[in-house]
């Protein structure tokens, strides 16, 4: 047995390299909810959500979530055998509306555990393997033309041949310019993505999308807010970019009506959005059933939260469109004792004997721990 004997959260604060701009704000740091698991044989596992500001992005903060595993999800999970993953994912869903961020940072810390007391990675428990590495793309998002060709070129040398922009910000003449240069600059032999985070008006978005067409654009990630259904639909239509969904997936529900209405194309699987690994499983089997192609996108996670979204990417067929896994090379600083194997602009499946095959270092952690962790056991 592996009965849950302690439960840890605590708020981690790591500044970025580099501002990124987005449509919603600007990110120069970014929040962490750490959650440890130790089970009544000693054994310590974690979880982690990462959070872009305050409750911008979705309803949840930092704050919000730790205060949501205190209250209601530890409690309950103390003394209850941490390898029953469905059982205690679906208790978790009727104690807790909603907040799938702080329910994400549980699962994976009980899937580390799981897969620790079994001896096995955590992508065996999800299935096995299906790739050993997967593409990587890499967010463009200053709005400076000439840095981000420079940062571009410097990306393009180590292998990088996807970018994506984020749009929504800037008017949509800089943001069509940005596509134009970078296209213009390297020529065919590179993948070309946009993202608004929700950023345009419907005719925005509509005379965006028609003047980058001609720039080839794999796909353009929420272009409009994800409570214009209507909108979006019409959008999905009209352009010749294929839509990719980002932050109208927040729910399986609301994932079936955007299959049954055709207002996507393409799915974004973010798994902190969607409440954990399992919730990434049944997302992209409904693209599956959908003939929808995914793309694993990312909150900027530590190394931790990369080996997770890099365990359920390696064992999910549907993943086609690469991925966004680029935290650990975007933040500052590290608390992990080793970082993802990126090489040739995509990112590798280290091998591991167990659970995601992560260490935390503690001293790290500290550093960049915001307060004193809460414990409950």
């Given at each position: 047995?592996?009965?849950i ?5 605590q ?20 929040d ?17 959500a990462?959070f ?45 509306r909603g ?19 079994f001896?096995?990675?955590?992508y065996e ?9 997967v ?9 400076d033309?000439?840095?981000?060709i ?8 180590q ?16 943001d069509i310019?940005?596509v134009a ?7 065919k ?7 608004a ?8 978005a ?6 980058m067409?001609?720039?080839h ?9 994800k409570?214009?259904r209507?909108?979006?639909s ?7 970019v294929?839509l ?9 529900q ?7 209405a ?9 798994l902190t959005k969607?409440?954990g690994l ?10 599956e ?11 900027i ?17 549907q ?11 975007l933040?500052a ?10 090489q040739d602009?995509s ?8 659970g ?8 790290q ?8 962790p809460?414990?409950?056991?």
């Open positions: 047995m592996h009965r004997k302690k439960i840890s959260a708020i981690v604060q790591i500044p970025l390299k580099r501002p990124h701009v987005m449509s919603l704000m600007t990110v120069k740091h970014v962490f909810l750490l959650v440890k698991i130790t089970e009544e044989q000693g054994l310590e596992s974690w979880g982690e990462a872009l500001g305050g409750p911008t992005w979705s309803e949840e903060s930092v704050e919000s979530a730790a205060a949501v595993v205190q209250k209601y999800l530890a409690p309950y999970l103390i003394g209850q055998e941490g390898t029953q993953l469905e059982s205690l994912r679906m208790r978790m869903e009727q104690l807790v907040n799938h961020f702080a329910k994400a940072a549980v699962e994976m810390a009980l899937f580390d555990l799981t897969g620790k007391a001896h096995l990675p955590v428990l999800l299935g096995g393997k299906v790739r050993s590495s593409p990587m793309s890499w967010s463009l998002a200053t709005g033309i000439k840095k981000e420079q940062e571009a070129e410097e990306k393009y040398a292998g990088f041949r996807i970018f994506k922009f984020k749009t929504g910000v800037l008017s949509l003449e800089q310019a940005r240069a970078i296209r213009e600059h390297f020529g032999d590179l993948h070309l993505r946009i993202d985070n929700q950023g345009w008006s419907f005719f925005e509509l005379e965006a999308l028609q003047k067409a001609p720039y654009l794999d796909f353009a990630e929420q272009p409009l807010s409570d214009d209507e909108g979006l019409i959008l999905t239509q009209k352009t010749p294929p990719l969904a980002d932050e109208s997936l927040d729910s399986l609301n994932a079936m009506d955007l299959i049954r055709h207002t996507f194309h393409l799915f974004g699987i973010k969607i409440g399992l919730g990434g499983k049944r997302l992209a089997s409904l693209a059933a959908a003939h929808m192609d995914c793309y694993v996108g990312c909150m996670e530590t190394g931790l939260g990369t080996a997770a979204y890099l365990h359920f990417a390696a064992s999910t067929p993943v086609t469109l690469g991925c966004e896994l680029f935290g650990p090379l933040l600083d590290t608390i992990t004792t080793k970082e993802p194997n990126y602009g990112i590798f499946l280290s091998e591991t004997e167990s995601f095959g992560v260490e935390i270092d503690a001293s952690l500290k550093r960049y721990t915001v307060a004193d809460i414990i409950i056991q």
